[in-house]
């Protein structure tokens, strides 16, 4: 299988391997793959008695061809381990009717982003082998706290490969900052910075743009790479569990091989509900997509309009991985319905005029398939309230809006096939809110809202976030924005 870039006409060329290290295609698109492999009735059944694992090494060997099977097996073992993944790496859990919900966060960081980022990093692993690459890969993260703590886990002794997450100081919660300050692993480096995101992320952008920098880097063996979420290597683990779901569906008698199923997405930068969509593509019988946004209704907007338009307010939610305004796995859904040559054009007056509006037949395309709904921040909280007084569920923030979504669907549509909402947090994860919405009381801090979210509930905190003011702090440094290049350098001992 080889890949090609989403803004390009070329003939697609290179190998999984050599996309996983590289990550973004030199023309600024991202890779897709030259065609889309078939998933047979045949081979859904066989899949519906095997593990997670060799779900996903099987759903992953027909994309990643230049990998053997064995090789993919190893490493789905490795990364979806049952002592990483308490309680399976997906599991389905029915929430009333014909509404499941899909748990995508069972893995150690107690969020959806370990189901990519517990598998991509042995991908890398291997690529950098794949490709004679025999320096090693220094991964740069800069976080507003959450992808940064599951991106140290996941690269956390892998081998070919060295991690340094950036946060900003005062802008990440004390449970996000014990939780990084706390990280184990030997090839693991944290360091706040003073400032905001913005500042982390441009202060990132800037070394990677350092050709001095690289140069330095390449001297003593490194080289810069990126965890980003538009890596092909973060979004085919995704396919995976949309398949293993339906799987799940099937094993319990709730759907006979070949019914459709819905699914509902809790959307952010898109990769997610992408990755259902590829699932349905490749021939698992999704019926509708339902892309969930919060208060930053811009995917809602553009799925009713045709008008993808940044020029807006941008919100600070409870569902804070979902405030975004530019959506980039979006992208690859235009590259499938329109072509490389509107997907680049698009993507120009995005950058140009933030700006841009889908042909007719684009439209149409995308609507076959798509809905948005959204849920602001009063409906997020209503809902954590009804689904855990009505059906004793306790939801995060984003899977609450999610949910909100799935009804709102449900009651325009009467449509009461089964729906797959997608869980993408731990309640545990935004406790707070949680706590919150379910008590209508203020919890004392972020970090005591934990017990105190278990204690009223009557659940337990999920091992990842469990004793973390009682681990060991590993990384004070506090660094200027004008420092972190040096920070790196340090910390590489070069
Ligand atoms: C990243 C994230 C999302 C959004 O996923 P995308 O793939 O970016 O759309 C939703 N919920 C949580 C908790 C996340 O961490």
Redesign the pocket.
């Known amino acids: 299988m080889f890949y090609k870039s989403t803004r390009s006409n070329s003939q697609a060329t290179a190998l999984a391997a050599q996309i996983i290290k590289q990550g973004l295609a030199e023309d600024g698109g991202l890779f897709v793959p030259e065609s889309i492999p078939a998933l047979t009735e045949e081979e859904i059944t066989a899949l519906c008695k095997d593990t997670y694992p060799v779900r996903a090494a099987k759903i992953l060997s027909k994309f990643l061809t230049d990998y053997t099977y064995e090789e993919l097996l190893e490493d789905c073992e490795a990364a979806y381990d049952e002592a990483a993944f308490v309680g399976g790496a997906a599991p389905l859990v029915n929430l009333y009717d014909s509404m499941e919900i899909l748990e995508l966060w069972h893995g150690p960081t107690a ?3 370990d189901m990519a980022l517990q598998i991509m990093p042995r991908l890398l692993s291997r690529a950098l082998k794949k490709t004679g690459e025999d320096r090693t890969a220094l991964i740069l993260v800069a976080t507003s706290g ?1 992808t940064g703590k599951a991106a140290l886990e996941g690269y956390r002794d892998i081998d070919g490969v060295k991690i340094m997450v950036f946060y900003p100081v005062d802008g990440v919660s004390r449970v996000q900052k014990l939780q990084m300050s706390t990280q184990k692993g030997e090839n693991v480096n944290v360091c706040a910075i003073e400032g905001n995101f913005d500042d982390a992320q441009t202060g990132v952008k800037v070394i990677f743009g350092d050709a001095a920098m690289a140069q330095k880097l390449n001297e003593n063996g490194y080289f810069f790479s990126s965890a980003n ?1 538009i890596n092909w290597g973060r979004l085919a683990p995704q396919i995976v569990y949309y398949v293993s779901a339906y799987c799940d569906l099937i094993n319990s008698g709730k759907c006979k091989l070949g019914d459709p199923f819905n699914v509902c ?9 992408f990755a259902a969509y590829l699932a349905k593509l490749m021939g698992l019988p999704v019926d509708r997509l339902i892309c969930a946004s919060n208060a930053n209704n811009i995917l809602t907007d553009f799925l009713h309009t045709g008008t993808y338009d940044r020029n807006r307010d941008f919100y600070l939610t409870m ?1 804070p ?2 405030d975004i305004l530019i ?1 980039s ?1 979006l992208e690859r859904l235009l590259y499938f319905t329109a072509g490389s040559e509107r997907t680049a054009a698009y993507m120009e007056e995005l950058k140009k005029n933030g700006v841009y509006t889908v042909s007719s037949d684009v439209k149409s395309a995308i609507d076959e398939s798509f809905k948005g709904y959204f849920a602001d921040e009063k409906e997020t909280a209503r809902v954590i309230n009804e689904v855990y007084t009505k059906y004793n569920y306790l939801a ?1 923030t ?1 899977t609450a809006v999610a949910i909100s979504a799935a009804m709102q669907y449900v009651k325009e549509s009467g449509d009461a096939r089964p729906m797959v909402i997608d869980s ?2 731990s309640p545990y994860k935004f406790a707070n809110n949680v706590y919150k919405a379910v008590t209508k009381k203020t919890p004392t801090d972020d970090l005591a809202a934990l017990d105190e979210l278990a204690e009223a509930t009557g659940t337990s905190i999920p091992y990842p976030l469990a004793g973390l003011a009682e681990r060991e702090v590993r990384f004070t440094k506090v660094v200027h924005r004008e420092e972190m290049a040096n920070a790196v350098l340090e910390y590489l001992g070069i």
């Open positions: 969020a959806f982003k959450d979420s997405v809790p959307t952010g930068n898109f990769g997610n509900i569902s991985s979902m959506s796995n995060d984003h993408t947090a």
